[in-house]
């Protein structure tokens, strides 16, 4: 998959379907077992020392949990300035100030520590710790599924406020449908470790054409949706230690053929940056 | 419309802390009709929980509870621990949010399904355990796993093992506290069918708390709204998605609309240290004078009821 300069691309899928992995195989917090990753041009796969650590200054991660990502012994103080001290850059109260503002947190917080923060402040420290150095790339791992609805809303407003003032990217992982709608350019759905279907977020919620896509979608629980019409997918998510043969979503899939037992679909693009594997989308286009 | 089955009239929680005297719920007013399914919906820490708890009796030593819970003519606030054992689980059953944490670890979970059927109907091991893969079936596990242990299934499985444990004494309300907030997407879709399918089935009221509005819809009749302790809204769900009163409720709905985001300034009330009037003016767009001096009082209009100087006479 590709990701443009200033654009927001959202992964989604169930939990297990290894979206949190893509997140952390490009900040190769996990070493990924073989494949390229390309930021800027450069496969981050081959640097080492120097050239990466800066590279790696550019790109940044929220987690998804608030709570156990921040150290419970350092003051927000010590917090937020964490990423300047173990790059060696200089920053001094302006810049503390200048963070704290654009987060939205006063600086009667800066002596206070992580229990004494709400939720939301929290993943607010967590949103001023990524954004300290100016990245170009934030992986968002559900930065806000943790949190109460209207704090939710405080923080992707604040997400979304980031990226129109910095232009950076968002790799934006969420099970939480209603909220990518929102957030995302361009959406990729993942299942059993595989981009089943991908594109723009407005093919993905009209036009999707992936079995797998259509039963997430009709699983949010969207006010005003006629309450009847849902297709509810059938048994667990097999295991990913025994994948089925074939289309790994076969064994759930309602709309299941012969083929799909056997077979790895192929990925086909039905328009423009619209692409599904699926073998009843190769059938008809 | 249906006889009522559960009313709470007037419950009020405050439990004793260290900081001081904690406001929880204030002049909770609530009625569950058969059949009926009501959702509570409100922010973490407005108290929503609570009253779940306070139904069933089930609050820790520290809370000063008053008011009444009428349930079949009886009030459950009156009743000694013994006669509320016959009631929990017989009468009214409760699901968790963490369906892992009610399990027991060591013990496989057909056995588990089984023992609340020995104790509370004093059936046989043999006549039990049939019954307990009758009521797996019921909710689609498959009875092959009876002698598997809870961590060998999964959060959407544990819930259905919860559901066949609250279902097993067929109960008229079944209290389902956040069923599916630690679910992803398909599990809670899932979930959510089964939890209607058995209700309907087996003429169950549901009494749902989330803070899930997608779920609301989904899954309920009518709804009540909860801020900072106190129901600010009851309404029928068509009503209240069509038309809120409440600015909270307004705001909740317009906070993720498809128009985008436009979160709800400020944050929730602290209950320790409560501010005159009414608990929600420091967030609300339409605060006057009054609002910030006299507490307002519930108004009832023919199906629902607001509690906001707005809609006072």
Known sequence: MRLDKGETLAIVGESGCGKTVVGWSILRLIEPTSGEILFKGLNIMNLRGKRYGELKRKMQIIFQNADSSLDPRMSVRNLITEPFRANRIFFNGDTIRELMEKVDLNEELLERYPHELSGGQRQRIGVARAIALKPELIVADEPASSLDFSVQAQILYLLKKIQRDYGVSYLFISHNLNIVRMMADRIAVMNMGKIVEMGRTEDIFERSAHPYTQALLSAIPAIGSDRRKRIILKGEMPSQSEIPKGCRFHTRCPLKKRICETTIPTTTEISSGHCVSCHLVCDTG | ?313
Request: overall charge negative; glycine content about 8%; hydrophobic content about 40%.
């Open chain 2, 1 to 313: 419309m249906a006889a009522s089955l559960l009313e709470i009239r007037d419950l009020n929680v405050k439990f004793r802390t260290d900081a001081g005297l904690v406001d929880a719920c204030n002049g909770i007013d609530l009625m569950i009709r058969e059949r009926e399914s009501l959702c509570l919906i409100g922010e973490s820490g407005c108290g929503k929980s609570v009253v779940a708890l306070a139904i069933l009796n089930l609050l820790p030593e520290n809370a000063i509870i008053s008011g009444e819970v009428i349930f079949k003519g009886r009030d459950l606030l009156n009743l000694n621990e013994k006669e509320m054992r016959g009631v929990r689980g017989n009468e009214i059953s409760m699901i968790f949010e963490q369906p892992g944490t009610c399990l027991n670890p060591v013990f496989p979970i057909g056995d588990q399904i089984a023992e609340a059927l020995r104790i509370h109907e004093h059936l046989r091991k043999n006549e039990a355990k049939e019954k307990a893969v009758e009521l797996m079936v019921h909710v689609g596990i498959s009875p092959q796993r009876y002698g598997e242990y809870p961590h060998q299934f999964s959060g959407g499985m544990q819930q259905r093992v919860m559901i066949a444990m609250a279902l097993a004494f067929r109960p008229s309300i079944i209290v389902a506290d956040e069923p599916t907030t630690s679910l992803d997407l398909i599990t809670q879709a899932q979930i959510l069918d089964l939890l209607k399918k058995v209700s309907q089935e087996n003429n169950i009221s549901l009494f749902l708390i989330t803070h899930d509005l997608g779920v609301v819809w989904e899954m309920c009749d009518s709804l009540a709204v909860m801020y900072a302790g106190e129901i600010v809204e009851r309404a029928p769900i068509y009503e209240f998605f069509h038309s809120p009163m409440h600015p909270y409720s307004k705001a909740l709905l317009g906070s993720i609309s498809k128009s985008g985001f436009h979160p709800i300034g400020g944050s929730v009330p602290n209950l320790t240290d409560l501010l005159d009037g009414c608990r929600f003016h420091p967030r609300c767009d339409k605060c006057s004078d009054i609002c910030k001096k006299l507490r307002p009082k519930m108004t009832y209009f023919s199906t629902r009821g607001v509690r906001c100087h707005h809609y006072s006479a």
